[in-house]
C-alpha cells in the first residue's frame, strides 16, 4: 500500500467511525419498560401514550419495547399503530439501548428490571409518571408492594428524572429528599393515548342505537379488582372480598341516581362500560338492575370486554363520561372529553391528579359524605351544558400536553442531543 493510499484509507475510516457516531447520537435507542397486564385497559394504556409521546418528541428514535405482558390482541393494537416498534424481553437486544424508560404505573413497578439496568448494563434511566406512597401505605399493601423503600429510594437516587403523576406521590418523593436531578410532576402517559378502532366503535353505537353526543359513559369500579373470578393464577382473597361486599352498595348508589338525573332531566343515554374486565358483571348487578323500571330503557349494559382503542373510540363519540375509575377519565380528557373521577382510598392517591390538571371540582372523594352527595347534580350539570364541559375539559388537556412537553425536554436532554421541534 502507498503512503497517499494508506493516508486515504486511515482518512475514510476516521470519517466513517465520526458518521457512526453522529448517526448513534442523532438516533438513540430508547428501552421503554412497561406494558404491565392486559386485564385492564388503563394499564394498557401507559404503552401507547408514552409511545405517542416520544413518536412527537423524539422522532428520530428507534424505542424498543420491554413488556411483561402484550397478549390478549394487545400486541396487535400496538403494531398497528407503532409499526416500527421492536418489541422483545431479550436482553441481548435490551442491552443494546442507550436509555431506559419506565413507564407509567401505581408504583415502581419494574424495580427489578431498573435494578438489573442499573447494575449491569450501566445506562442513565428515568421514570415517568408514576405513583409512590411511604413504605408501608395501606394502598400500597394491597398490591403487594412496599412503597418508598430503602431498595426503591435507592433506584430513583440514580435516575436521570423522576416523574410523579399525582402532587401527594411528588411530595412523599421530594420530602424523602430523592437525589436524582429532576424530580417533578409529570402525567400519567395515558393521556397521550391515542390507539382507536373507529370502526368497533361505530359498529357497537349502531347495535345499541347510541348517537354521537347522546350518551354518557359510566364506569363501575370496586375496592379490590375479583381477578379470582376470571384467572386461575389468582387466588381467592376472603379480606378483599368482605371489603367489596361492604362498600358495593355504599360506592355505587351515587352513580345510579346521576344515571337516574340524568335519564329523567335530559335527552341522553347512559351507556355502563368497564375499564377492567371484571368490571362487566358489577356493572350489570349495582348499576343496571337496581335502576326504575322507567329509566332502563335508555341505559346500555356492555356485556363484553374490550381494548383501550374501541374504548377511546367509544368515549370520543360521547358527551362524557363519570365513574369510579381513572384510566378511562385520563383517556377522554386526554382528548378533550369531559370527565368525572370519584376515587376510593384503595386507588392510592393517583385520584388527585385531577385536581393538580384544573378538574379539582370533578373529583370526588366516595369516603367522603358531603363528595358523595354532590356527584348526582355535577353529572347532570356535565350534560346540561356540554359546550362549557368541553371547554373545561380541553383547558386541562392543554395544561397536560405542556407538562408532557417538559417531560420530553428532559429526555431529550439525557440523551445528549439538539433540541429539535416537536413532530406536527
Known amino acids: 500500500m502507498t503512503r497517499r493510499s494508506f493516508l486515504l484509507t486511515s482518512l475514510f475510516a476516521s470519517l466513517g467511525v465520526a458518521l457512526r457516531a453522529a448517526v448513534r447520537k442523532q438516533s438513540p435507542k430508547i428501552v421503554l419498560r412497561s406494558s404491565w397486564k392486559t386485564a385492564n385497559i388503563g394499564d394498557i394504556a401507559h404503552t401507547p401514550g408514552l409511545l405517542a409521546l416520544l413518536e412527537k ?4 428514535a428507534e424505542v424498543i419495547l420491554w ?3 402484550v397478549g390478549d390482541g394487545v400486541e396487535a393494537m400496538l403494531r398497528r399503530r407503532f409499526p416500527r416498534l421492536v418489541i422483545t424481553r431479550d436482553h441481548a437486544v435490551i442491552e443494546t439501548g442507550d436509555f431506559l424508560l419506565h413507564g407509567s404505573g401505581p408504583y415502581l413497578v419494574a424495580h427489578r428490571d ?27 399493601k394491597i398490591m403487594k408492594n412496599n412503597g418508598l423503600d430503602e431498595h426503591t429510594r435507592e433506584l430513583l437516587d440514580g435516575a436521570s428524572f423522576v416523574f410523579l403523576r399525582d402532587s401527594v406521590s411528588l411530595e412523599v418523593v421530594r420530602a424523602a429528599g430523592i437525589a436524582a436531578p429532576v424530580v417533578d410532576f409529570g402525567p400519567d402517559a395515558a393521556f397521550a393515548s391515542d390507539v382507536r378502532n373507529d370502526d368497533a366503535a361505530d359498529a357497537f353505537l349502531r347495535e345499541h342505537r347510541l348517537q354521537e353526543g347522546k350518551y354518557l359513559c359510566c364506569i363501575p369500579n370496586l375496592r379490590n379488582a375479583p381477578y379470582w373470578q376470571i384467572n386461575p393464577r389468582y ?20 352513580l345510579r341516581d346521576a344515571i337516574v338525573e340524568v335519564v329523567r332531566r335530559t335527552d341522553l343515554k347512559v351507556l355502563v362500560c368497564p375499564e377492567d374486565s371484571t368490571q362487566m358483571a358489577t356493572g350489570k348487578e349495582l348499576l343496571v338492575d337496581p335502576l326504575p323500571d322507567d329509566i332502563k330503557p335508555r341505559v346500555v349494559w356492555r356485556p363484553t370486554y374490550w381494548l383501550t382503542d374501541e374504548a377511546t373510540s367509544t ?34 392517591t393517583k385520584g388527585y391528579m385531577w385536581r393538580d390538571i384544573g378538574l379539582g371540582d370533578w373529583l370526588f372523594d366516595l369516603d367522603n359524605a358531603s363528595d358523595r352527595a354532590r356527584i348526582a347534580a355535577t353529572v347532570l350539570a356535565m350534560a346540561r351544558d356540554p359546550s362549557a364541559a368541553r371547554a373545561k375539559a380541553r383547558q386541562a388537556r392543554a395544561f397536560v400536553q405542556a407538562r408532557q412537553a417538559m417531560t420530553m425536554a428532559a429526555l431529550r436532554s439525557c440523551l445528549t442531543l439538539d433540541a429539535g421541534p416537536a413532530r406536527k
Open 57 to 60: 418528541f423524539l422522532p428520530e
Open 114 to 140: 431498573i435494578d438489573y439496568w442499573r447494575s449491569h448494563v450501566r445506562k442513565p434511566y428515568g421514570v415517568y409518571g408514576i405513583t409512590m406512597a411511604p413504605a408501608g401505605d395501606p394502598g400500597m
Open 235 to 254: 387466588t381467592f382473597d376472603p379480606a378483599k372480598h368482605r371489603r367489596n361486599e361492604e362498600m358495593k352498595e355504599h360506592d355505587h348508589a351515587p
Open 67 to 69: 413488556p411483561s405482558n
Open 315 to 348: 368515549y370520543l363519540r360521547s358527551a362524557g363520561l363519570f365513574g369510579n375509575e381513572m384510566h378511562s377519565p385520563i383517556l377522554c380528557v386526554g382528548h378533550g372529553i369531559p370527565a368525572i373521577v370519584c376515587r376510593f382510598a384503595e386507588q392510592t
